[in-house]
């Protein structure tokens, strides 16, 4: 199991977050921490996303909307990377015939372009 960390724990490892700004951003809806039995949790992908939060907030004075937005085009752009990671898989338990066509085809969509 993953560890997950309470806000104040959470605080303690982003020097420039606060309760505030971390409330925040969940209002905000970019972070949202898990509700446990002892309160909500941030697992360590939140602390990443927090302290980039912060350092956009902090370092290139964006605001909440433009945060929202990053936010919104960061999590498409890891949803894409994670379908295309799942269609390379697909792709190389193929056999070798298919890969071969696919990567004619990739081939010729590119030179089409």
């Known amino acids: 199991m993953t ?62 909307d433009a945060l929202v937005i990053i936010m919104s085009l960061l999590d498409q752009l890891h949803g894409a990377q994670s379908r295309l990671e799942q269609m390379v898989q697909a792709i190389s338990e193929e056999p070798p015939e298919i890969k071969m066509r696919l990567s004619q085809r990739l081939q010729e969509i590119g030179a089409a372009d």
């Not at 560890?3 to 303690?12: C, D, F, L, R, W």
């Not at 972070?31 to 302290?51: A, F, K």
């Open 3 to 64: 560890h997950a960390y309470a806000p104040e724990q959470v605080i303690e490892r982003v020097t420039a977050l606060t309760a505030e700004r971390l409330s925040l951003f969940e209002r905000l809806c970019i972070v949202t921490p898990v509700t446990t039995s002892e309160g909500p949790r941030y697992h360590m992908l939140d602390v990443r996303r927090i302290t980039l939060l912060c350092e956009l907030t902090d370092d290139f004075e964006v605001n909440e």
